[in-house]
């Protein structure tokens, strides 16, 4: 079984300033690493993905992801934000062993203001 | 290329009341997915299907809850009868084979739920 911690729920930042959104896992088997966005009232957006390879994963709008197996983290990070980047924002693995089945975090909230 | 779509976007019923919701999924894709977004929390699986074949239903709340795929097209979920705590987003979503790493699941954009 595998879990997903998303350890901040809100994150208020102003415009053009960075951010970074903290997501952490655990599975006894291996993973594949997603971070997903969701506008009000609007389904899931794929930001990036991490399968294999580089651990440093860009994605779209501007945002990239870092892999870290020893910590089992998988943060987000932008470095300057914009009010449209506003929205929820998970982070959700697919274990090796499930045949695509998404687990997800409960999700950080991003205020962004002028 | 058209996304998966939903309908209907919103709907409010009362408790004890049946429900159904519809999905067509992207052409082409063999998986489809249903899942459950409970306000404040991430989306839940509720079940999976590989063409018109059940993968997954291990969450699926069986004794109200009820989902098929037919003709491995569209698919249906159902609730009979509702309870309060069924108030949620209930998402479609479809991919390709999910054995082949690369492939990414779409999400529709969701019905919204509310049983009074």
């Known amino acids: 079984a595998q879990s997903v911690t998303q350890l901040d729920s809100q994150v208020p930042v102003f415009e053009e300033a960075p951010v970074e959104l903290r997501c952490n896992y655990s599975?006894?088997?291996?993973?594949?690493l997603f971070w997903y966005v969701q506008y009000p009232n609007q389904g899931l957006q794929l930001l990036l993905k991490?399968?294999?390879?580089?651990?440093l994963v860009k994605g779209i709008n501007g945002f990239e992801a870092e892999f870290n197996k020893s910590q089992t983290s998988f943060h987000l990070r932008k470095p300057s934000v914009h009010i449209s980047d506003t929205a929820e924002y998970f982070c959700?693995?697919?274990?090796?062993?499930?045949?695509?089945?998404?687990?997800f975090g409960a999700g950080t909230q991003v205020v962004v203001t002028p | 290329e058209a996304g998966v779509a939903q309908s209907p976007r919103y709907k409010i019923i009362e408790k004890r009341q049946s429900v159904a919701f519809w999905c067509n999924p992207i052409?082409?894709?063999?998986?489809l997915y249903w899942y459950q977004q409970i306000l404040g929390q991430g989306p839940k699986l509720l079940i999976q299907?590989?063409?018109?074949?059940?993968?997954?239903d291990s969450q699926l709340p069986k004794d109200r809850f009820s989902a098929e795929r037919l003709k491995g097209v569209d698919s249906t979920l159902k609730i009979q009868p509702a309870k309060l705590e069924d108030s949620a987003v209930y998402l479609c979503?479809?991919?390709?084979?999910?054995?082949?790493?690369?492939?990414?699941?779409?999400f529709g954009q969701g019905t919204r739920l509310t049983v009074v």
């Open positions: 052409s082409g894709h063999a998986t």
């Open positions: 299907f590989q063409n018109n074949g059940v993968v997954d």
């Open positions: 991490y399968l294999s390879g580089s651990t």
């Open positions: 959700a693995v697919i274990s090796t062993d499930s045949w695509g089945k998404l687990q």
């Open positions: 599975s006894s088997v291996s993973v594949y």
């Open positions: 979503a479809s991919s390709l084979d999910p054995r082949e790493r690369n492939t990414e699941a779409f």
